[in-house]
C-alpha cells in the first residue's frame, strides 16, 4: 500500500478575486497538514503579433493578476506557507499540467450549488486529477472531519482510496465508515467478494490505528443511496474513488462523481483509482474541447 501524505495543496483562484469557501478549505488543511499552499490563477493574456501595441497590456494585466493573488495570500494567515501560480490560458488542462508539475497532493476547489448540473469543465478536473480532489459548496465552511465514509462497491482498485483516508482520518483523528454498496442485481458470489474487500480495506485501517466502522447496505441507485446514508450516520465528507480518464464516458452516459457533487450535502473528496497497464483505455479515443462546457472563469 503506497504512503499518502500531504505536502502541497493547489486551489485555483477566479478573478476577480475574493475569499471563498476553497480558500478558507485550503488555509485550514494548509496548517493542519502543514503543507505549502499554491494559488493558481489563469489569465487570458493577448498574443497579438503586434507586441509594440500589446506588450504593455499584458505586462499591465500580468501585474494586476499576480497583486490580486498576493492580496488574497495576505488574508490566509493560517496558511504554512503560500506559493503563487500566474498561468497564460483558462483551460482546465492548464491547471493538470501546473499539478503535475508542481507534485501537487490535494486539490480544493468549489462545486456548483445543490441541484445544479456540474460544469463539463469540473467533471474533467475530478477525472483528470494527478492527485486526489476535495469539492466544496459555499455554505461548507471548514470542519473538523469527525466522519469519514467510504462508499464500496465491487470494482477493482477501491483499496487504492485507503493511503488518503488514512492521511485524513490520522491528523483529525476521524472515525472512517465503510459502507459496502449491494445493488439489487448483485449476485451471491459479487456480494461474497464485496464483504472480502470491505473486511481487507478495515483490516489495512485498523492496522494505521484508524477507528473503522463497517456496514452493508442494499439499493437500486449507488449514489442515491450514498448520499442518505451521508446523513444518517452523519458523516462530513465522503470519499469516492474515480478512474483518471474516465470523463469520456460523459459523451455516453451519466457519470456518478458528477451525481455526488450535485447531491452530496457534505464536501466529497475524489481519489484516482489508477488501472493496470493492460486496462487503460485505447489511446485511439479522444475527446474535443467543444464536449465539454466552456469555462466561466
Known amino acids: 500500500m503506497k504512503n499518502y501524505t500531504i505536502r502541497k495543496i493547489i486551489t485555483p483562484a477566479i478573478f476577480p478575486i475574493k475569499n ?166 448483485n449476485s451471491v458470489k459479487e456480494q461474497i467478494s464485496l464483504y472480502s474487500l470491505i473486511e481487507k480495506m478495515a483490516n489495512n485501517l485498523r492496522q494505521a490505528g484508524v477507528a473503522v466502522e463497517t456496514e452493508s447496505v442494499n439499493g437500486f441507485h449507488f449514489g442515491t443511496t450514498i448520499v442518505h446514508r451521508a446523513k444518517q450516520v452523519g458523516a462530513d465528507i465522503i470519499a469516492i474513488g474515480v478512474e483518471p480518464a474516465n470523463y469520456i464516458s460523459r459523451l455516453f452516459t451519466k457519470m456518478i462523481g458528477p451525481y455526488f457533487l450535485e447531491k452530496s450535502s457534505i464536501p466529497v473528496l475524489a481519489i484516482p483509482l489508477i488501472k493496470p497497464a493492460n486496462m487503460l483505455p485505447s489511446p485511439a479515443l479522444s475527446v474535443r474541447t467543444s464536449d465539454f462546457a466552456p469555462s466561466h472563469t
Open 20 to 185: 471563498s469557501t476553497a480558500t478558507a478549505w485550503s488555509e485550514r488543511l494548509s496548517s493542519v497538514f502543514k503543507a505549502q499552499l499554491l494559488i493558481y490563477g489563469a489569465i487570458r493574456a493577448n498574443n497579438n503579433i503586434d507586441m509594440a501595441l500589446y506588450g504593455k497590456k499584458n505586462n499591465d494585466l500580468i501585474k494586476s493578476a499576480m497583486a490580486q493573488l498576493k492580496q488574497l495570500g495576505s488574508h490566509l494567515p493560517g496558511a504554512y506557507s503560500i506559493k503563487y501560480l500566474l498561468d497564460s490560458g483558462k483551460h482546465w488542462r492548464n491547471l493538470v499540467k501546473q499539478m503535475r508539475y508542481e507534485h501537487t497532493d490535494l486539490l480544493v476547489v468549489e462545486m456548483p450549488a445543490k441541484g445544479i448540473a456540474t460544469p463539463g469543465r469540473l467533471a474533467a478536473l475530478m477525472y483528470s486529477s494527478p492527485c486526489p480532489a476535495l469539492f466544496v459548496r459555499e455554505d461548507m465552511p471548514p470542519v473538523i472531519p469527525k466522519k469519514i465514509l467510504v462508499p464500496v462497491r465491487i470494482k477493482e482498485g477501491l483499496d487504492q482510496k485507503i493511503p488518503a483516508v488514512i492521511a485524513w482520518a490520522q491528523r483529525y483523528g476521524s472515525v472512517v465508515h465503510l459502507s459496502a454498496f449491494i445493488s439489487n442485481t
